[in-house]
């Protein structure tokens, strides 16, 4: 567990959260089409779906609650994070009917599915908070943005919320392996309650221009 309570392994534990949402959507998307096609309810796949995502979201929150327990500072990060949480917990109850909201939720509504993407977008920039003079990061972050943002093209199919969530899981798998790889190499100095002062080096991967 001590592994675990520090930045990498709340990472680790972010990374896994969103890989479990990914595959929870392509469960989903699949046995939708199957049900479609032939009526059929399966439960097993229904019950390994939800409980994909629940430990999606139980991770998710792990890594939020460890990230503000551990990092100093960085106050726009751990807001945007919660909210992010909170937006994204607040979509998946509407969009399985959770509670009745037909009067003002749409799931296909390109207001809705624009908002999010930009929103989604300006929550993974405050990720250069973690380390504000690496360039590493920042062109990371930057990508990452972009790839939320892309989500907005899925208007034109008429698909619903979801695509974009999908879209938002991919870019922070990416996001948190390559945030991970530049830690392991000593790229990146997150400051941390707990960890010992240490010494970094700024040399491989992508040029950083941080001295």
């Given at each position: ?85 909170v937006v994204e917990f607040i979509i998946m109850i509407l969009d399985f009917n959770v ?113």
């Amino acid at each position: 567990m001590s592994k675990l309570n520090t930045f990498k392994g709340y990472t680790i534990i972010a990374l896994a959260s969103n890989i479990l949402f990914v595959l929870f959507i392509i469960v989903t998307m699949v046995y939708y089409a199957y049900y479609l096609k032939t009526g059929n309810i399966v439960r097993v796949v229904e019950f390994i779906a939800y409980t994909m995502e629940v430990g999606g979201f139980i991770l998710m929150l792990a890594s939020i609650m460890g990230y503000i327990s551990k990092l100093r500072g960085r106050l726009l990060l751990k807001i945007g994070m919660s909210v992010y949480f909170v937006v994204e917990f607040i979509i998946m109850i509407l969009d399985f009917n959770v509670i009745d909201a037909k009067d003002f939720y749409s799931p296909t509504s390109k207001i809705l599915i624009i908002s999010h993407c930009v929103f989604s977008a300006a929550v993974a920039l405050l990720y250069m908070g973690l380390e504000k003079n690496r360039l590493c990061l920042q062109i990371s972050v930057a990508v990452t943005a972009v790839i939320m943002m892309l989500g907005v093209f899925s208007i034109v199919y008429n698909v619903r919320v979801y695509a974009s969530v999908l879209i938002n899981c991919i870019a922070y798998i990416i996001m948190y392996s390559l945030i991970l790889t530049f830690h392991g190499r000593q790229l990146l100095e997150v400051d941390c309650y707990g960890d010992s002062e240490k010494l970094y080096d700024d040399s491989g991967f992508f040029i950083d221009d941080h001295k």
